[in-house]
């Protein structure tokens, strides 16, 4: 079979952009974005996207009513197509069993169930969100008990590694494309199918194919290591503070060595992201199910350690306001968990204000691309609130930094935008009361100047 037409079950941060890039590298191929959520496939349909992330407009431009379409018309779409990806979200589940840790696979079973109800032709099933191991087996199980006659599944995986903010080039560029399937002979033509597709733009030598159970590992492997790197960071970001060596430095030399390599080694008020967290509780879970609990203690470490450095950020912002915050306007610079995206999901800003705000602060927040919607959702939450109103009374949201900063005791930067690194900071000084603080929670401004200026300066793994 060569692939004509593919669908994909979830228009979110994977699915819209990775579908995307297939749509622009692959003009032989019509690709369908589907969702059940009718505003989010209209907003894929209009001028304003429903995320943003840099290149991803000129990509939809190009494509969209050529090859790429995006539609909630599932059934014609999964009907149509040759390949199906699954790129539906897979939360941490909130109740029941495993409550907190395991992976909620209730869309991905909706959506196996969805194909399994409409397709009256041979398919391959392509698990790309983020999954438990073994979770190929759930739609294996659900798929071929519901098997019409004459229709195959083939199920494989491939997961996704782009970040947010560089998803395009990420995609575009991609230093591996992961591809598990069974070994049988079905199996493996499947996964030669799927490596057709990709290879329209990415080099052979870069496409790695492995068994499914491996593939639907080193995803969760990836995640974990990556955020092992920066919880290893962030402890030693506390021992700076308290030594005087300086973290940037000590990154430096230790990145230098080849083996340890100079990347993912920013200390931080510590990883946000819908992914980072989810997924190494989902490995935690799967540990302890495996009876392995010393594996699973080692990577809750990483989650610990950094819900203490977003805890200990947020302490040395309240003791160095003589310890208190009451009523006191605090400018939040950065929203959303990283620079160049709009997500806010598991942003440590929002720990940082919710914890400001339960201390009684004003707050007056600033984030170039977030929604102001989506700041009070965060933040009204009822997770993180039981008291959604008085929240509202207390925050501000801005279209600047210099009207949020204006009459502030403090500033605390959340994300690194780069726009917060050329701000007018004498500006800001004269602009703010007196003794002016900065708390920056990412070091990317230049502490120096600052405290010339006059400013009391804060930051992460360095004494100023
Ligand atoms: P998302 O919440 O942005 O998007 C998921 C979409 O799926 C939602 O719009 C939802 O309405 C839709 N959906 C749910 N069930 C559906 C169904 N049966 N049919 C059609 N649509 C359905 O999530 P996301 O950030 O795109 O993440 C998706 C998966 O990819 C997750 O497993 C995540 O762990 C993984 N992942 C995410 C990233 C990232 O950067 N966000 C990167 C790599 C992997
Ligand atoms: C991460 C991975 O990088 C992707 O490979 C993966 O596909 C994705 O998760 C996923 O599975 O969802 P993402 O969360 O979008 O991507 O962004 P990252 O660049 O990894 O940043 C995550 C968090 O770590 C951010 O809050 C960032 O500020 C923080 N970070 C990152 C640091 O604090 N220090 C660093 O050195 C790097």
Known sequence: MVIQKICCLGAGYVGGPTCSVIALKCPDIKVTVCDKSVDRINQWNSDKLPIYEPGLDDVVKQCRGRNLFFSTDIETSILEADLIFISVNTPTKTIGNGKGRAADLKYIEGAARMIADIATSNKIVVEKSTVPVKAAEIIMKILRANTKPGVEYQILSNPEFLAEGTAIVDLVES??????????????????????????????????????????????????????????????????????ADVSEVARAVGRDSRIGPKFLEASIGFGGSCFQKDILNLIYLSECLNLPEVAAYWQQVVSLNDYQKTRFTRKVIESLFNTVADKKIAILGFSFKKNTGDTRESPAIYVSSTLLDEGAKLHIYDPKVEYDQIFYELTHPLVTSEPEKVKKNIQIHNSAYSAVSGAHALVLCTEWDEFKSLDYKKIYDAMMKPAYIFDGRKILDHEALLNIGFHVQTIGKRL
């Open 175 to 244: 230093e591996r494309v992961l591809i598990g399937g069974e070994e049988t002979t079905e199996g493996q033509k499947a996964i030669q199918e799927l490596c057709w597709v990709y290879e329209h733009w990415i080099p052979a030598k870069n496409i790695l194919t492995t068994n499914t159970w491996s593939s639907e590992l080193s995803k969760l492997a990836a995640n974990a290591f990556l955020a092992q790197r920066i919880s290893s960071i962030n402890s030693l970001s506390a021992v700076c503070e308290a030594t005087g």
